[in-house]
């Protein structure tokens, strides 16, 4: 996919008592802990997790 931007995620809510499946999300984007940030490339797949585990998340758009 060219032209694929990237996408700055970052943890605001815990994980502790969340579903499996959001955890599993989180870790998958690379997300560790509180507070940690990943840029991701934007994807349909990334998009989807983030879309899953967006009430967790703070999500920005990476300029060039």
Do not use: F, W
């Not at 008592?17 to 490339?41: F, P, Y």
């Amino acid at each position: 996919m060219s032209g694929a931007g990237k996408l700055k995620v970052t943890l605001i809510r815990s994980l502790i008592g969340r579903l499996q499946s959001h955890k599993d999300c989180a870790r998958g984007l690379g997300i560790r802990r509180m507070h940690h940030t990943v840029v991701v490339d934007d994807t349909p797949e990334n998009r989807g997790m983030i879309n899953k585990i967006a009430y967790m998340l703070n999500v920005e758009e990476v300029s060039k």
